[in-house]
């Protein structure tokens, strides 16, 4: 039972463009929803965050969208830079599960010079 | 660095065998959550502590357990090592359960 799904498991764009990372959640009681940046060999680093009663966050260069009716989260980055080029996670908090961040599976980004 | 210091950094170990993986949160933390990923795999949370007490547990195994000290510092005890239970563990910390958790650098387990 997979709650929260990153359906594109790698996405190439080229540097100075926008990328768009994507996230579908099936619980409606999620209520703080958070990308996460990875490196090989790395922790996972929070990047943005966003909290239900909010549809928009801005934070530099990335910009968090919920969508609570498609219950859609996605991540925007612009322009995209090489240095970008991680796995990118979405996770969410919420529901029964005080405390406890539910993982989407991953999308690689690659950003071309 | 995200202040969540895991230690070791590698561990090498033989089937059968138990190890301890240690976890010191950020100063001031009160939150430590555990999570496993495997080759290819997304993060699987494993458990969380809330102040020394255990407040969620999600695919944890029975062969695995944990526990926060009052230092707050957590350990994760993996016991009867399979091939399987390599995987690189993260703990993490945060404040409380509504705020951003941040991850350490992770222990990578191999079982041989």
């Known amino acids: 039972d997979q709650q929260v799904k990153q359906n594109s498991p790698s996405l190439s764009v080229q540097e100075g463009r926008i990328s768009i990372l994507n996230c579908d959640y099936t619980n409606s009681m999620f209520d703080y929803f958070l990308w996460y940046k990875k490196y090989p060999a790395e922790g996972p680093t929070f990047l943005i965050s966003?909290?239900?009663?909010?549809d928009k966050n801005e934070d530099g260069r990335f910009t968090v969208f919920l969508n609570k009716s498609a219950k859609h989260l996605s991540l925007h980055i612009v322009p995209s830079q090489p240095g970008d080029s991680a796995v990118y996670f979405c996770a969410v908090r919420g529901g029964t599960s005080y405390g406890k961040l539910t993982f989407g599976q991953g999308t690689i980004l690659t950003v071309h010079p | 660095d995200s202040g969540v210091t895991q230690t070791p950094k590698h561990l090498i170990t033989a089937t059968g065998q138990r190890v301890t993986l240690r976890c010191s949160p950020r100063s001031g933390d009160l939150s430590v959550y555990w999570y496993q990923q495997s080759l290819d795999q997304g993060l699987q949370f494993l458990i969380h502590?809330?102040?020394?007490?255990?407040?969620a547990k999600g695919n944890i195994l029975e062969r695995f357990s944990a526990q926060q000290f009052p230092d707050l510092h957590s350990e994760l005890n993996l016991s009867s090592l399979e091939l399987g239970d390599s995987a690189l563990y993260f703990c993490a910390s945060s404040l409380q359960g509504y705020t951003e958790a941040f991850f350490g650098q992770g222990t990578r387990l191999t079982v041989v």
């Open positions: 502590y809330y102040n020394g007490e255990e407040r």
């Open positions: 966003i909290s239900s009663i909010k």
